[in-house]
């Protein structure tokens, strides 16, 4: 029925060696972390599908060579009702509706997705009919690792670069950094960058030993990136007026660093599974 | 290297290949990503050649297994490697995890059809 060794070929091989670009869009206007209310369709019609709908806030839709795309193929059925499709970007009715413009990573493509009827082949069917929820939540773990490694990633060139303008800059007669109003506040931050990391790797350690991670993997992305916005922010302080324009690096690190608490998950969102973890 | 990049001890607990990983990320970070920030972010894209070249360096696709042409990376090394892209340009390092997982994540299940055979 399936050709799954070509399907292999043409996605996964290609986006594995870093040829082709993936998306992941799941998102839509009304239905973000509740994927249970999700609007996009995918109408059988002979050898393939017909899928219908828009989605929101897809990191990549537009650079991407291929995207996965989730729509119900089971109105009755639920979550189960819910399909992974690999669609090729160039494929005739997946349209880029608008591009968004944002506060911050301006340089990565944010879109909004349209279909109308697009049609997909049966081979575009990732894992098998009714099995997109359950690959939605199985990407969870490690991609919010990967947020929370982003949101220290974002602290830790915050730190850095403040560290070098306070051992620069005097005041005084001294470098900033002697004072120790401002030594406390990199030593706070340094501090709770090391604390945020940890987070992270050891959500990391336990996906490596093929131990179940969510709740660790939900702490890491909770904690990394809200201190991530208070260390930003502390480092911009330390910088003074320089921090506030856009020739010094923390006015955009600031801007970057706030999307860490919104996106694959927000903060809430993070909370609502550890607490079912608890 | 930072005084507050990823500490001499972390690395010390990394074997050869998982140093060499997260070293070769810091040093595009640097190299690469570091000086450019700023423009790409007015610019509001990042360059093609840019990307190809985080492909070729195994940054994408890294922790898809190796019978499926990844890099079978582990997910500490991953999550480093990532630190240092984002510290170098926190939107290449939104192009990396997204790519990485949920899209290579959720691509790589088309590998369980035969293992799960659903409605």
Redesign the interface.
Known sequence: MYDNEDQKQRFLKPMAMGEMIGAFALTEPGAGSDASNLKTKAVKVDGGWKISGSKQFISNGSIAGNTVVFAVTDPASGKKGITAFAVPTNTEGYVVSRLEDKLGIKASDTAALSFDEMFVPDDAVIGGLGMGYKIALSTLESGRIGIGAQSVGIAMEAVNRALEYARERKAFDMPIFELQAVQFRLVDAATRLEAARQMVLHAARLKNAGLPCIREACMAKLFASEVAETIVSECLQVLGGYGYLHDYELERLHRDVRICKIYEGTSDIQKIIIARNL | M?????TQA?LATLDEDQRMIVETAEAFARDELRPN??K???????P?EM??Q????????M??PAE????ET???T???A??????????????M??????????????????K????
Not at chain 2, 68 to 71: L, T
Not at chain 2, 108 to 113: E, G, I, L, S
Not at chain 2, 116 to 119: C, M, R, T, V
């Open positions: 930072n005084a507050i990049a990823p972390i920030s700023a790409w972010d007015k610019e509001g894209k990042l093609k990307l190809d985080l492909g070729a360096l195994g940054f994408l696709g922790t898809i499926h042409n990844g890099v582990d997910y500490v991953y999550a480093l990532l630190m240092e892209i984002a510290a170098g340009d926190a939107a290449t390092s939104v192009v995890s997204v790519h990485n997982s949920p899209a290579c994540a959720s691509t790589a299940c088309m590998t369980m059809r035969t799960n055979s659903a409605s």
